[in-house]
């Protein structure tokens, strides 16, 4: 099974008028040599704007890419509370667009907007986290998706752009049924945040490190050892890297924003060994 991951495309009509066709050509350039599944960690609209996410949709559909077997996408914190940078004026205003409330009701709508990628449950309510089971010929994989935006705080979460999982989607993934359901399938996990962030060098990289991280990254570890993942996937930090941690290969996919032709490629083999790449495209590969 191929799978092509690509992250923090940062689509923002009108700022950036280019984005969403160069994004398109890309997809279009990524099914046309038969990918099997795309899979989008967050970030996906820079300023949250529900505008752009109907238009991401709409783009989708127009290409028969709306289909839950085809895609996957989960939010970044730009999809939930936009351009976030540290502004003193703006501060309030930030922190009451990412207080726990809103953080909720913002998630609510990107899963919405972007139901069909997530589940094929036209009535679902609830959608972190979840799963995706592949088992068709040559097929013997899990997508586990978590939710790793993390809500407004004056002491964690100051910038919005730290990490967190929720305790209770962890431990969900590790219901006896989830664990059956998942025994014996190549196991992949999705976060916008990482693991690693950078080696900070200096006070200041120290601290954009911390405004950075998915502050419960051993946790997220644990429960990925648990689940038996392979494969950790994430953007957020807009840098192609990968790296192991205890055994789980992390991936990220690095910036659309930066190189609009960047892909991660994995190709796993039905013995359950996988092989990964990341790959450009700068021009479209059929007329
Ligand atoms: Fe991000």
């Known amino acids: 099974m191929k799978i092509a991951h690509i992250s923090d495309i940062h689509i923002d009509n009108p700022v950036f008028p280019d984005r969403m066709t160069q994004f398109e050509e890309l997809l279009v350039n990524i099914f046309d040599l038969d990918y099997d599944h795309v899979i989008i960690t967050g970030d996906i609209t820079d300023a949250a704007s529900e505008k752009d996410m109907e238009q991401l ?26 351009k976030y940078e540290f502004n003193p004026e703006r501060v309030v205003n930030n922190a009451v667009n990412a207080s726990g409330v809103n953080s909720l009701r913002k998630l609510k709508i990107f899963c919405e907007i972007f139901r069909e990628l997530m589940t094929p449950d036209n009535y679902a309510n609830y959608y972190f986290p979840f799963v995706k089971i592949f088992d068709g010929p040559n097929e013997n994989l899990a997508i586990v998706a978590f939710n790793s935006v993390f809500e407004f705080s004056l002491a964690n ?70 689940i038996n993942a392979k ?13 192991k941690v205890n055994g789980i290969v992390f991936m990220n996919a690095g910036a659309f924003k930066r190189s609009r032709s960047i892909i991660n490629s994995i190709t796993i083999n ?18």
């Open 57 to 82: 949709k709409d783009m989708f559909e127009r290409n028969g890419f709306m289909d839950w077997k085809k895609m996957t996408i989960i939010p970044g914190n730009h999809d939930l509370f936009g």
């Open 231 to 243: 494969i950790a996937l994430h953007g957020h930090v807009h840098k192609t890297e990968v790296y």
């Open 157 to 226: 979460n100051p910038i919005g752009s730290r990490g967190y999982i929720r305790e209770e989607e962890m431990k969900a993934m590790l219901e006896k049924d989830i664990l059956e359901l998942l025994n014996g399938k190549f196991v992949i996990s999705i976060s916008h945040h990482g693991y690693n962030v950078l080696k900070a060098k200096t006070p200041y990289e120290q601290a954009y490190v911390w405004t950075m991280e998915l502050t419960n990254r051993d946790t997220y570890v644990d429960t990925l050892k648990k």
């Open 270 to 287: 039905p013995d359950h060994t996988f092989e990964q790449t990341f790959i450009k495209y700068h021009e479209r590969v059929t007329a």
